[in-house]
C-alpha cells in the first residue's frame, strides 16, 4: 500500500503481515487531546492493578545499578510480600504482625494441652510441693504413723542410710529404726502423772514398776513377775520405785511421804523412813545413801545402814521436785522441779561448815541453779563418757533440751525437741542421747553428740510416754506410757570387744615379743 508521499506500508489488512512502524517527527507530529486522555486512562489502570510488578521492576532495574553494592548471599525479597503490602514502608510491620500470629497460635496450643492435662496456665511447675494430707481419726492414728515411718525408713534404706539431718550418721551405715518394739507387757493401772517415776531397771536384769497400790518387778531372763506387797486397806499409791546399784533392794516412795525398802531375794520389806510431809516423786541412789524428792521441794539423804536415817536435807525448790540424779562417780546431785529450776548440788554429806537445822541435820545448798527452762524439768541425765556433762529436758511450755558443763556451770549447748521431755537416756557405749516425749507425739527420739542432729524418731505410744529405763548391757530400752503398756526396744548394739592382736609389731614389721 503507498501513501500520499509515495512511501510503501504494507498491507495493513493482512493479519499475518507485521505492520510497519510509522516514523514520526516531533516538528510534524503533535499529542492530540484524546491521546493524552488515553494515556492517562493507562496509566491509571496501571497504577491500580499492575503496580507490584512495576514496583519489581523498578527495583531489578536499581539492582543491575548497584549490583556490586548488594551482599549476594542475601536472597530478594519474594514477590508476595509487595503484592500482599500496599508499600514497601509497611513491611517491618508486616513481618511483626507475622511473628505475634505464630506467639498467638503457640499460646492456644499451650492453653490446650494445659487443659486436657488437668494443669493449671499460671506459671507454676508441674512438679510442686503441696499441703500435707489431713490429719487421721485418733482410732487409727498410731497405725497410719507407723505406716509413714515404714516408708520412711524403707526409702532411706534404698538411699543408703537411715539418718535424718546432716551429719546424723557420721559413720554412712545403715541405721534401721526400731519402728516394733521386741516385747510389749500389759501394765494397767499405771498412772498418767508427769511427775512420777514409776520404772526402772536393776543391774540384775529385772525391772520394776509401779501400778497403783502394788509394786511388780518383772525377770526379764526367766519372765516371772513377782508383786512385793498385797492390797489392802492401808495401802498408798506408789509414787517412785528405784534400785540400789547393786540390784538386791528396791527403794519405793508412796503418796504418804514414806520410803521404803524391799529385799527383791527374800520378797520382804525391810524397814520404812519417814520425814516428808508429802508424796515422794523421785528416788536416786549412790551407794548406802538414798536421796527423795518430795512434793513439797525439800531433799533429803537418807542413809539405810543406820536408825537415823535422815542425815541431811537439801533446800533450793519452791515446788515439787519431780528429777533427781546422782553422778556415778557421787561428787555431784542433780535434781530438777515444777519450778521449772535445775540445781546442781554438791555430793559431800554431813560437812562441818554446812548449816545445821533445828533437828541437827546439816542443811545444803545448791552449787549452781539454771533457770533457762520455762516448764517442770524431770528429765536429767549424766553423760557415762564425759562425767562433767549433764543433760536436762523441759516440760510441755518448755519442749528442749539442754547440756551443761559442771565445771564451769555454763550451758554448752540446746535443742528444741518438739514435744514434751519426759526422759533422758545417754548411749553407753556411743555418742548418742535418746529421748522420749509426750504431748504431742509420744516418740522416741535418738540424737547425735555432739552434733545435736536427729537420727529417727518412732511412734512409741498411744499415749504420752512417762518414763523409761535402760538394760544393764545398754542396748534394751523399757517406755511406760500412760496407754497401760510398757514396750521394749532395742536401740544399741552390743558393744564389740576389741580384737587382741596375737603378736604386736613396731613400725618395721619386727614383733615386740620379748623371747625369755
Known amino acids: 500500500m503507498l ?14 503481515i507485521p505492520k510497519a512502524s510509522v516514523p514520526s517527527s516531533p516538528s510534524k507530529t503533535r499529542p492530540t487531546d484524546g491521546d493524552i486522555a488515553a494515556l492517562r486512562e493507562g496509566l491509571g489502570r496501571m497504577d491500580v492493578v499492575g503496580r507490584g510488578s512495576g514496583e519489581m521492576a523498578v527495583e531489578r532495574a536499581a539492582s543491575k545499578e548497584n549490583k556490586r553494592e548488594l551482599d549476594r548471599f542475601v536472597p530478594s525479597r519474594s514477590a508476595s510480600l509487595h503484592h500482599l503490602s500496599q508499600s514497601s514502608s509497611t513491611l517491618p510491620t508486616l513481618a511483626l504482625e507475622s511473628d505475634a500470629s505464630i ?19 499460671s506459671n507454676r511447675r508441674i512438679l510442686s510441693f503441696r499441703a500435707p494430707p489431713p490429719a487421721a ?37 545403715k541405721r534401721s529404726p526400731p519402728y516394733l518394739p521386741d516385747r510389749v507387757l500389759d501394765a494397767p493401772g499405771f498412772a498418767d502423772d508427769y511427775y512420777l517415776n514409776l520404772i526402772d531397771w536393776s543391774v540384775a536384769n529385772r525391772v520394776a514398776i509401779g501400778l497403783g497400790e502394788m509394786t511388780y518387778v518383772w525377770d526379764a531372763e526367766s519372765g516371772a513377775v513377782d508383786a512385793l506387797n498385797n492390797e489392802s486397806d492401808d495401802s498408798k499409791p506408789v509414787t517412785a520405785v528405784s534400785w540400789s546399784p547393786d540390784g538386791a533392794y528396791l527403794a519405793v516412795g508412796n503418796d504418804a511421804g514414806e520410803v521404803e525398802i524391799w529385799d527383791v531375794e527374800e520378797g520382804k520389806r525391810m524397814r520404812i523412813m519417814g520425814g516428808h510431809a508429802a508424796r515422794v516423786p523421785s528416788l536416786s541412789w549412790f551407794g548406802h545413801v538414798l536421796t527423795s524428792g518430795c512434793r513439797d521441794g525439800q531433799i533429803h539423804h537418807h542413809d539405810v545402814r543406820v536408825a537415823r536415817h535422815k542425815v541431811m536435807e537439801l533446800h533450793g525448790h519452791t515446788a515439787e521436785v519431780c528429777g533427781l540424779k546422782w553422778r556415778p562417780d557421787g561428787q555431784l546431785l542433780a ?21 545445821q537445822g533445828q533437828d541437827g541435820v546439816p542443811r545444803g545448798h545448791a552449787k549452781w541453779v539454771k533457770r533457762n527452762h520455762t516448764a517442770a524439768v524431770k528429765a536429767l541425765a549424766w553423760c557415762p563418757w564425759q562425767p562433767n556433762l549433764l543433760a536436762t529436758g523441759g516440760g510441755s511450755q518448755d519442749q528442749h533440751i539442754h547440756f551443761w558443763s559442771t565445771t564451769t556451770g555454763a550451758r554448752t549447748a540446746s535443742l528444741h525437741a518438739g514435744s514434751q521431755v519426759t526422759s533422758l537416756i545417754w548411749a553407753p557405749h556411743a555418742k548418742e542421747l535418746l529421748s522420749t516425749h ?25 499415749a504420752r510416754v512417762l518414763g523409761s529405763a535402760v538394760s544393764p548391757d545398754g542396748c534394751m530400752v523399757a517406755t511406760a506410757a500412760g496407754d497401760e503398756n510398757l514396750k521394749f526396744w532395742k536401740i544399741w548394739e552390743p558393744r564389740q570387744a576389741a580384737k587382741k592382736a596375737d603378736d604386736e609389731r613396731d613400725a618395721r614389721g619386727q614383733s615386740k615379743a620379748v623371747i625369755r
Open 3 to 16: 501513501s500520499d508521499n509515495g512511501t510503501n506500508y504494507g498491507d495493513l489488512t493482512n493479519p499475518f
Open 103 to 121: 506467639s498467638l497460635d503457640a499460646d492456644a496450643s499451650t492453653s490446650s494441652l494445659s487443659l486436657s492435662l488437668g494443669i493449671p496456665t
Open 137 to 173: 481419726s485418733h482410732a487409727t492414728s498410731h497405725l497410719d504413723a507407723q505406716r509413714n515411718y515404714l516408708l520412711h525408713s524403707s526409702a532411706a534404706a534404698n538411699r543408703g542410710t537411715g539418718s535424718v539431718g546432716p551429719g546424723a550418721n557420721q559413720a554412712g551405715k
Open 335 to 355: 535434781s530438777g522441779g515444777n519450778d521449772n529450776v535445775v540445781n546442781c548440788w554438791d555430793g559431800r554429806i554431813g560437812q562441818s561448815v554446812l548449816q
Open 438 to 462: 509426750g504431748y504431742p507425739d509420744h516418740n522416741l527420739s535418738l540424737w547425735t553428740y555432739p552434733g545435736l542432729a536427729k537420727i529417727y524418731d518412732v511412734p512409741a505410744h498411744d
